[in-house]
């Protein structure tokens, strides 16, 4: 029997294409809130014996756990034979140690949470840094897919002559491999960061480069402070405007619209996050990572799935 796939929060259009993809079955999950902003949820396809897929991208999460969290325990409740998470963003990867003391480290707390509630989880490009794969704090089989080959098929397809440019060294491992695959030139540049809306980017590895179209990566633009000055140490070396393309558009308040105004020629993300942006299709690449944690997931109650 086919999984059934329904959709909390995504993209216009991804959950379709999954459906399409997997192959499975759209389910249809009622939703609203009462008047006092509490949650409303009505399981209108039957869930017993069924494969459940959760297709909700945990961008701007807080407003999203308890519909999430109520529907995978309901549809346990009502005997669904597993229940999966595809989390295309998955929210609070970033307070991953106690930098200062008393510092709640929200990464572990959250991967706990959602650890007791699905059997796996499936996600793009998470924000790996101090924790070096999801395994070491989600207690559940967790598959990480990358977008780097849709945004080089994208590259290599939409731009002439492109140079990849990573505004920083947690960049790398994406400009590296989309630069193999686009069989282009790449540099990383030197970021220092002072807070969530300051940061300082070393722009002499600039110099190394010859003529070509600047392709500055990111994987998460959140106050996109990190692609604004990339994008202004471009246009003051006197190279061509840059074409900006990162996986997960979150961009806060009008950190877009600053982004535009900062003289990028263009600015493209996937599909992982709802947003204007985007011009990237992550489907395939969410199919390819469900059928990989179908094939290795079982029910595990969870009273008896061990605490990461």
């Avoid at 999950?29 to 991208?57: H, I, K, M, N, Q």
């Avoid at 400009?175 to 540099?187: E, G, K, Y």
């Avoid at 722009?203 to 990190?226: K, M």
């Amino acid at each position: 029997m086919k999984p059934l796939l329904f959709e909390l929060s995504a993209a216009p259009g991804l959950a379709a294409r999954l459906a399409e993809r997997l192959p499975c079955d759209p389910g249809v999950l009622a939703t609203r809130r009462f008047p006092d902003g509490e949650t409303y949820l009505r399981f209108e396809t039957p869930v017993e014996g069924r494969d459940v897929l959760l297709l909700c991208s945990l961008d701007r999460p807080d407003p999203k756990l308890a519909s999430l969290c109520f529907a995978a325990s309901a549809a346990r409740e009502r005997g669904a034979r597993t229940i999966g998470l595809v989390a295309p963003y998955l929210a609070y990867m970033r307070q991953d140690s106690e930098f200062r003391p008393g510092e709640v480290v929200t990464s572990r707390l959250f991967a706990r949470l959602l650890s007791q509630q699905v059997d796996w989880l499936v996600t793009i490009d998470p924000h790996l840094h101090r924790t070096r794969t999801l395994d070491a704090i989600y207690a559940m089989p967790a598959v990480a897919a990358t977008a780097a080959e849709a945004i080089a098929d994208w590259v290599r397809l939409n731009v002439a002559d492109p140079i990849i440019i990573g505004p920083d060294e947690e960049s790398r491992q994406w400009v590296d491999r989309i630069a193999r695959r686009a069989r282009t030139r790449s540099i990383v540049l030197t970021k220092e960061r002072r807070g969530d809306y300051s940061v300082s980017i070393d722009g002499t590895a600039l110099e190394q480069l010859g003529t070509g179209t600047p392709v500055l990566i990111d994987d998460i633009a959140s106050s996109a402070r990190t692609l604004i000055e990339a994008v202004e140490l471009v246009a003051r070396s006197g190279r061509q405007a840059p074409v900006c393309a990162v996986v997960h558009a979150i961009f806060a308040g009008k950190s877009f619209e600053r982004l535009l105004r900062s003289g990028a020629a263009k600015v493209v993300s996937t599909n992982s996050v709802a947003h204007e942006s985007n011009a990237i299709d992550v489907s395939e690449i969410l199919a390819s990572a469900i059928r990989e944690a179908l094939g290795s997931a079982d029910p595990i109650p969870p009273k008896e799935r061990p605490a990461p």
